[in-house]
């Protein structure tokens, strides 16, 4: 069963210290995000990745999104980013807009479910861009429920779902839930909306053409 920690009464150094400890050791924890509460496992990591298809009872064939606290970071994941993927992360980022992109050799193929392409976001979420930090790396960003069942805005929701295979669960409240990430493949200097989302298609019209 899973540990819940309210953040609003922890100390966060506690926080960070324990859920860094647990990622970096292959585990999988649950947190909130600026969309819908996310499971954060360290990508580099094929055990971990492993777990999060198991958690999630999740396809191999579906990538998993990683969620990253810079543009500096996010291209350092990305090979040969295009101009394009500059200007939507500069306008949009911090936010709920992921880009996919042709992967960097250095990321697992299981991340990317064979594709080659993974999708990256800075979320507007200043704890999961501490705790990214206090990793030291991207993590990964998949939504925290089943697969083909609804997002989880609470932790209770989580818990719910998932809480007999989790070890922790960081409760933050009630998220902003409503609509996930946009998704806007990118190819060369060409993007294409993949999946409709928080970024209205009427903001990104003329950046994609």
């Known amino acids: 069963m899973a540990e819940i920690l309210k953040l609003e009464n922890s100390s966060l150094d506690y926080v960070f210290e324990y859920a860094v400890n647990l990622i970096l050791h292959g585990k999988v924890v649950a947190f909130p995000t600026d969309t819908f509460y996310g499971l954060g496992a360290d990508p580099f990591n094929l055990a971990a990745v492993s777990e999060i298809f198991r958690?999630?009872?999740r396809m191999a064939d579906r990538p998993i999104p990683l969620l990253v606290d810079s543009i500096e970071q996010a291209s350092d994941l990305a090979q040969n980013p295009p101009k394009l993927f500059f200007t939507l992360a500069q306008k949009f980022w911090p936010g709920a807009l992921t880009l996919?992109?042709?992967?960097?050799r250095?990321?697992?193929?299981?991340?990317?479910?064979?594709?080659g392409k993974v999708g990256l976001r800075w979320p507007m979420a200043p704890f999961v861009v501490a705790l990214i930090a206090a990793a030291g790396r991207p993590l990964t960003g998949t939504s925290a429920n089943l697969s083909d069942m609804d997002s989880c805005s609470t932790a209770d929701e989580v818990d719910c779902q998932i809480g007999d295979v989790l070890p922790l669960i960081l409760d933050g409240g009630l998220t902003r839930g409503g609509l996930a990430s946009t998704v806007v493949g990118i190819t060369?200097?060409?993007?294409?909306?993949?999946?409709?989302?928080g970024i209205p298609e009427s903001e990104l019209k003329e950046y994609l053409g």
């Open 106 to 115: 250095k990321i697992p193929l299981k991340v990317t479910a064979n594709t």
């Open 55 to 57: 958690v999630k009872r």
């Open 100 to 104: 996919v992109v042709p992967a960097a």
């Open 188 to 197: 060369g200097e060409t993007g294409r909306i993949l999946r409709q989302g």
